[in-house]
């Protein structure tokens, strides 16, 4: 078996047959369904079968939906300990995208 996903970090992949891929979710399908998949969308590409780090790693980031749970000041004061500046977000979405993105760089 292979995995495939979605190479956009946002949104979703629709390919006809109730197929959904989410941004950055892994699919997983047979080799041959892989080899399909990603010569007919270039939006697809192949992942390799990692376990996830240590579970503690995980702990420590945010996820979407741990940011929604947070009330907008809640999310400023994310965002200024990571050294963004909140006060060119004008909503909750750009908030909270600002977050995965600081989050995205510093662990690189």
């Known amino acids: 078996m292979a995995k495939v996903q979605y ?21 997983q399908v047979s ?15 192949e992942v390799e079968d990692k376990e996830r780090q240590s579970s503690e790693d995980d702990e420590d980031k945010y996820t979407e939906a741990s940011l929604k749970k947070l009330n907008a000041e809640q999310q400023k004061e994310v965002i200024l300990s990571m050294g963004g500046d909140p006060e060119e977000i004008k909503n909750e979405g750009e908030r909270i995208a600002l977050i995965l993105k600081l989050q995205e760089e510093q662990g690189e």
Do not use: N, W
């Not at 979703?12 to 950055?24: A, D, M, N, S, T």
């Open 31 to 45: 080799v041959e369904e892989k080899g399909e998949l990603l010569k007919l969308y270039k939006d697809l590409e």
């Open 7 to 27: 190479k956009s970090k946002e949104g979703v992949l629709h390919i006809g047959g109730g197929r959904f891929f989410y941004g950055q979710k892994p699919v």
